[in-house]
C-alpha cells in the first residue's frame, strides 16, 4: 500500500496535487492578520520499510518499532494562503523481521523546505462565531534531505540460505538521502477569543496536531535493499506549540 502511495506522488499526480494547492490558494481565506509563526513538536514515528515485523501496526515487543522524533520549524506567508516552511526534525527509527533474521536502527537530522497551504475556509475564518477562529487546517509539500546513521543486525539465530533479499549490508553506516514529507496539520488556538486577537502576542498560540509521511529516495535506510519495497519511507505523528507573529 505504502509503495503506491508512494508512486501517486510523481508525474502526473505530483502535477495534480499543485494544481488543487494553487486553485485553494485562490478560493481559501487564511492568514488577515498574520505574517509567520514560529513551531516546536515531538511525536512518533514508524518505519515503512523492508525490515518490519508488523501488518498494520508497529510492535512494542522485543525492539520497539515505535520510535520518537521532535523538531522546529518556520513559515514565512507570501500572502494570505501560501507560505514557505523551514524546519529542521530529528528522527529516529527501528524495526525487526524475525523472518528475514535481521533488526535495524537508525536515526538522524532531517532538514527541508516545504510549500505551505492554509484552508481556513473550511472553519470560517471569516466569521463571527469564537469557534470559526480557534481552527486553523495546513497542508504542506516540500523536500529536504535525511543525514542519518544506521545499522543493520542479524539475529542470533541467521541463516544466510533463508535471508530473501537481493543486497544487504550488516553492520552500522553513514548515509543520506532526499525526501519528499507531505503532511497534514490541524492548529487550535489556546487562549480566549478576542476581536483583537492578532494584536495580543497571549492570544497567538496554538496547540498543533500534525502528520506526515516523508517518502525516501532510497531503498537503504534499512541496510536492506529487499523485494517488499523499491524505496523505503517513514510516518512522524506529533503534537507541538505554534507562536504566530503578526502584522
Not at 497534514?184 to 478576542?194: A, G, I, P, Q, T
Amino acid at each position: 500500500m505504502w509503495f503506491i502511495l508512494y508512486k501517486l506522488f510523481f508525474v502526473r499526480e505530483l502535477t495534480i496535487l499543485l494544481v488543487a494547492l494553487m486553485f485553494a490558494n485562490h478560493t481559501s481565506t487564511a492568514q488577515k492578520h498574520y505574517d509567520a509563526f514560529v513551531q516546536i513538536d515531538v511525536g512518533s514515528t514508524i518505519s515503512l520499510a523492508d525490515v518490519k515485523r508488523y501488518y498494520f501496526a508497529p510492535t512494542t515487543q522485543g525492539l520497539i518499532e515505535l520510535r520518537y522524533g521532535s523538531g522546529v520549524e518556520t513559515t514565512v506567508f507570501m500572502n494570505d494562503n501560501l507560505g514557505i516552511n523551514f524546519d529542521i526534525h530529528y528522527y529516529t527509527l527501528a524495526g525487526i523481521d524475525p523472518d528475514k533474521q535481521v533488526s535495524f536502527t537508525a536515526s538522524g537530522w532531517a532538514p527541508s523546505v516545504s510549500l505551505s497551504i492554509a484552508f481556513n475556509s473550511f472553519f470560517g475564518e471569516n466569521l463571527r462565531s469564537p469557534w470559526d477562529r480557534r481552527f486553523k487546517l495546513f497542508g504542506k509539500l516540500g523536500y529536504g534531505h535525511f543525514f542519518y546513521n544506521n545499522e543493520l543486525m542479524l539475529l542470533d539465530d541467521f541463516d544466510a540460505q533463508n535471508l530473501q533479499t537481493d543486497n544487504y549490508s550488516p553492520g552500522k553506516h553513514s548515509r543520506g538521502t532526499s525526501f519528499f514529507p507531505v503532511e497534514v496539520s490541524l492548529m487550535y488556538k489556546l487562549n480566549k477569543y478576542d476581536n483583537q486577537f492578532f494584536r495580543r502576542e497571549k492570544d497567538r498560540l496554538y496547540l498543533v496536531a500534525s502528520a506526515s509521511i516523508a517518502f525516501t529516495d532510497t531503498d537503504e535506510l534499512d541496510n536492506y535493499a529487499g523485494r517488499d519495497f523499491s524505496k523505503d519511507a517513514f510516518t512522524y505523528f506529533s503534537v507541538g506549540l505554534s507562536y504566530f507573529f503578526g502584522r
